[in-house]
Nanobody, 124 residues
Framework: QVQLVESGGGLVQAGGSLRLSCAAS????????MAWFRQAPGKEREFVGA????????VYTDSVKGRFTIFRDNAKNTVYLQMNSLKPEDTAVYYC?????????????????WGQGTQVTVSS
């Protein structure tokens, strides 16, 4: 089993920044990929971005490209999501996800463990 704990959410004005963190613990073995998803009220959970084990590959959904950066510290088993130039439409609960495989995918079914989520609210 793998446990994921997110932190760093909060309330921020449009144009501001936040950094989310997700610490993984438990049976974190292998070259696992990690990702961030988000879910706004009344909407389905959507892919935000993912990073490979070595951090040499990252993928993002189009709406966050150039504004969000995902990176990881394998020594700490932690993945981060740096969010800049935030917009009200970025408001959502953000979830960290862990895949036992190394491939990057925007599909929820590719990820095997999930955090409890952290709320990000962007005011206009």
């Amino acid at each position: 089993q793998v446990q994921l704990v997110e932190s760093g959410g909060g309330l921020v004005q449009a144009g501001g920044s936040l950094r989310l963190s997700c610490a993984a613990s438990g049976r974190t073995v292998g070259n696992f990929a990690m990702a961030w998803f988000r879910q706004a009220p009344g909407k389905e959970r959507e892919f935000v971005g993912a990073v490979s084990w070595s951090s040499d590959n990252t993928v993002y959904t189009d709406s966050v490209k150039g504004r969000f950066t995902i990176f990881r510290d394998n020594a700490k088993n932690t993945v981060y999501l740096q969010m800049n130039s935030l917009k009200p439409e970025d408001t959502a609960v953000y979830y960290c996800a862990y895949s036992i495989f190394g491939t990057l995918s925007p599909s929820r079914s590719a990820f095997h463990y999930w955090g409890q989520g952290t709320q990000v609210t962007v005011s206009s």
